[in-house]
């Protein structure tokens, strides 16, 4: 059993040795040959499977891809699942809503009810370890790893993160970039506003286009405030005390965070008023389509920008948060196998096509992510994925918060209640004193 400590010692070492062998480069080539395509279901482990069900065989996935390039990414993987399963019958059952706001307390209440899907995304880290494994709701996956030899091509880094107790509850599809800053480089041009690199040449940026009557900064409904939050952790606070914060190590009443909560404060006056009612999508769309200059959100928003059939580099710009240059906060989106699910057969076949090759490299392009295997194909990659790829096998790796790396969902909902009263009542000292209560709560703070 990894304590969060030990883990993300491990993950941060491990990650820097095999960010240094170029171990997760997307240009490692070195994959053994792997039988997945041909693997029947059955030749896998999975929880006993009742008598044949020569009737509908089925399996269930849930998640919330539903739109915005995210249900585009799914629909490609379908098909090659389809493709190397024709017998069986997908059955989609996401459920609307970015992040999983919706989806989750949906699962929540089935996996309580003891209804769970056969197969569910959730988040590798914390999200996974912590809520999914602590509560005994999924099968370890060992055998299907070793059967399809994926030891040797997902980044070694990850593993600890879905593992606990030498066994692997998950499959990664991807890897995901949360501190991303979108712009709109014709706005910034016409402005004369450079891409900026530091809080303050940010601050200094978005004074200029406030003044020119542009909203500087897009901003949607609460989980993408959090996710702007960890962002600002990290910029103002640093990899080593960020990471600090979600191992016990960063004291969350300091001066450094306070100062970072006031970064945070000030973000936000450069938002538009309408945040809490717009989704991730259309606070997105606001820069593609000239109404904003900056928008940051996960690398989720190039699937989409793509699907609205806009340009990179001409509709749309990249660059790190400001002041995270070097550091990929990243998120990894990962299928797992339900205890008790009514098709364990169907559902690791679902998970065979999840972790192959062939699935993830339909699946990426479109989704607007790069593979969790090292060995997909670059070409198949637009120019902001293939310079992902680039950053994820130099940068500096830390964990996102919104999206289930460094917190277990208790902590996740504690620092989300305070999140929420700070938005309603804009006060430093209140907010970080329930951050601080969150962390003693839920978190490795005593
Ligand atoms: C994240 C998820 C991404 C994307 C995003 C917006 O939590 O990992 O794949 O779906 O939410 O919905």
Redesign the pocket.
């Known amino acids: 059993m990894f304590s969060k400590k030990a883990l993300f010692a491990l993950f941060t070492s491990l990650l820097m040795l095999s960010m240094a062998l170029s171990a997760c480069g997307p240009t490692a080539t070195q994959a053994p040959v792997v039988p997945e395509k041909t693997e029947a279901p059955e030749a896998t482990e999975a929880p006993e499977a009742t008598e044949a069900p020569a009737a509908a065989q089925e399996v269930e996935v849930f998640s ?2 539903t739109g915005g390039g ?1 249900a585009a990414g799914l629909d490609a993987m379908i098909v090659v699942f389809n493709g190397m399963y024709p017998d069986i019958d997908f059955i989609n059952s996401a459920v609307a809503g ?3 706001t919706n989806a989750r307390a949906v699962l929540a209440t089935r996996l309580q009810a003891g209804d769970p899907p056969d197969s569910w995304q959730g ?1 590798a880290g914390q999200e996974l370890i912590g809520t999914y494994v602590a509560g005994n709701q999924l099968e370890p996956l060992n055998d299907l790893y070793e059967a399809n030899g994926w030891l040797d091509v997902m980044p070694e880094t990850l593993i600890p993160l879905i593992s606990d107790n030498s066994n692997i509850y998950s499959v990664p599809v991807n890897i ?1 970039r949360a501190n991303v800053l979108w712009y709109n480089p014709a706005i910034l041009e016409a402005n004369g506003v450079e891409v900026p690199t530091d809080l303050d040449s940010w601050f200094a940026a978005m004074d200029t286009l406030q003044a020119a009557d542009v909203i500087p900064l897009a901003l949607g409904e609460q989980w993408t405030q959090m996710h702007l939050l960890e962002t600002v952790l990290l910029s103002s606070l640093g990899n080593d005390a960020y990471n600090g914060l979600w191992d016990g190590s960063t004291d969350w009443s300091s001066p450094e965070v306070t100062a970072a909560l006031e970064d945070f404060q000030k973000v936000l006056t450069y938002t538009n008023a309408d945040a809490a009612s717009l989704s ?1 999508q259309d606070a997105a769309q606001l820069v593609v389509d000239g109404d904003a200059a900056f928008n940051v959100m ?1 690398d ?1 928003a190039e699937g989409f920008f793509r699907e609205l059939g806009k340009e990179p580099e001409v509709d749309y710009g990249w660059a790190a948060v400001p002041g995270t240059e070097g550091t990929f906060q990243f ?1 990894s ?1 990962s299928f797992v196998l339900a205890a008790g699910a009514p098709h364990p057969d169907s559902a690791v076949a679902w998970l065979t096509v999840a972790g192959s090759k062939e699935g993830q490299e339909a699946f990426n392009p479109v989704k607007g992510s790069i593979c969790a295997r090292t060995d997909c194909d670059p070409a198949l990659f637009g120019v902001y994925l293939q310079s992902a790829m680039d950053d994820w096998s130099s940068n500096v790796v830390v964990g996102s918060l919104t ?1 289930g790396v460094v917190a277990n969902d208790s902590w996740k909902s504690s620092i989300d209640t305070a999140l929420g009263l700070f938005l309603a009542d804009p006060n430093i000292e209140n907010f970080q004193s329930a951050l601080v209560a969150a962390c003693v709560e839920s978190g490795p703070c005593k």
């Open positions: 919330w891809w995210e970015g992040a999983g988040h995901h991730w996960g989720w998120l989106d999206h």
